[in-house]
Structure formats: C-alpha cells, structure tokens
T-cell receptor, first 115, second 111 residues
Framework: AQSVTQPDIHITVSEGASLELRCNYS??????LFWYVQSPGQGLQLLLK??????LVQGIKGFEAEFKRSQSSFNLRKPSVHWSDAAEYFC?????????????FGKGTRLSVIA | DAGITQSPRHKVTETGTPVTLRCHQT?????MYWYRQDPGHGLRLIHY???????DKGEVSDGYSVSRSKTEDFLLTLESATSSQTSVYFC??????????FGQGTRLTVV
C-alpha cells in the first residue's frame, strides 16, 4: 500500500537560515510526488510537483525539491527562509498513470520561523 | 485560483444530528474528493467521485456518505454526527493527480 512519511512533526528555523523538510514514500508504481503548503486557516497550495525528467524540481516561493529514487525520498529545500514561510507542509504521492486514484498525504511538518 | 466553494465554512452541531457539507466547483473537473484534516494525522481521504453518481470509499469512510448528482456538486453527509467527526473538511477537485486544487475548508464542531 502506498504511504508517505514525514519524519519531522515540527521544525523551527531562524529567518535567513536554510531549510530541508524530509519526505519518504512507499509506492508500488511510478509516482507523482507533491509538496503542498497550508497557512493557518487556509486551504492547501501546491508548491511543486515531480513526475519525470530532471530530479531537481523548482517550485513557487523559492522552494525546490529533489527526487531520489534509490532512497524513496522527495525532500523540500529552501536556501533562505522568510518569516512568511511559517506554515504546515505536506508531502503527497499519487499515481502516474491514473487520474482516478486520490493522493496520499503525509502527516505534515509544521514550520516555525524565529527572528 | 480554481473555482471551488465549500459551504458552510464553519458549523457547530449537536451529537446525533445529520450534517451535510457542500462542495461546489466551476471548473468542470471530473474528480472530486473529500478529506478530513486532524492534528497528527494530516489529510485522510473520506470519499471520492470520478463522475456523476460514481463514488468510492476512502480510508476513513465509516459514518459518512456522499452524493454527486451533478458534475459541479459533491455533498458529504454525516448521518448522525459524533464528536469524533469534529474536524476540518477539505474538498478537492482534479482532472489528473498532478493538478489537484483544494477548497478553503469547513471547520465542523460536534458538541
């Protein structure tokens, strides 16, 4: 069965510091991989996605993620965090070859940013 | 932003009462989903639809039913609300997994 693991429940970083959020997945077929961000009281916004090609994917708001098939990982990175990046981040996996199967989400990582 | 409207946005209801949440889309997307979000659990799929009158169960479907009589509307019904169904409910739409769009959520409190 497909699953997504985000090992870090809560991360605190200083403004201007670099960030890496971890995501590991288990999936029987070639997956789509996603990162979503949720600000307090808001819905989910897609940051970036990967399904083929270059394993380093650029997203919105200066985020990037790297797909590593050998490690079943899709970690999210940002070189310099801004206070407005404080939010909850979700990694998700979906099927590459079917629109019918819904996404499976990790439990999320809450990011706090301190001055 | 994709045209997804969830209603109501907030609701407080009593245990044992029926509750219906509505998801309305203006994008004519084929697939619609209901998720619930709870602290420590992320988003979990309740039910989803792959066309008018075509629905299927998700991971946490017990106590919930859905209906989709029109492309644009996907209703989630709690037949007899329980405190364990206090949660934030999100609707999502897509034509393919790579393009899923989420609504703003409905915060439901069962007292």
């Amino acid at each position: 069965a497909q699953s997504v693991t985000q090992p870090d429940i809560h991360i605190t970083v200083s403004e201007g510091a670099s960030l890496e959020l971890r995501c590991n997945y288990s999936y029987g077929a070639t997956p789509y991989l996603f990162w979503y961000v949720q600000s307090p009281g808001q819905g989910l916004q897609l940051l970036l996605k990967y399904f083929s090609g270059d394993t380093l994917v650029q997203g919105i708001k200066g985020f990037e993620a790297e797909f590593k098939r050998s490690q079943s990982s899709f970690n999210l990175r940002k070189p310099s965090v801004h206070w407005s990046d404080a939010a909850e981040y979700f990694c998700a996996v979906g099927p590459w070859d079917s629109g019918n199967t819904p996404l499976v989400f990790g439990k999320g990582t809450r990011l706090s940013v301190i001055a | 932003d994709a045209g997804i409207t969830q209603s109501p946005r907030h609701k407080v209801t009593e245990t044992g009462t029926p509750v219906t949440l509505r998801c309305h889309q203006t994008e004519n997307h084929r697939y619609m989903y209901w998720y619930r979000q709870d602290p420590g659990h992320g988003l979990r799929l309740i039910h989803y639809s792959y066309g008018v009158k075509d629905t299927d169960k998700g991971e946490v479907s017990d106590g919930y039913s859905v209906s989709r009589s029109k492309t644009e509307d996907f209703l989630l019904t709690l037949e007899s609300a329980t405190s364990s169904q206090t949660s934030v409910y999100f609707c999502a739409i897509s034509e393919e997994p790579a393009k899923a769009f989420f609504g703003q959520g409905t915060r439901l409190t069962v007292v």
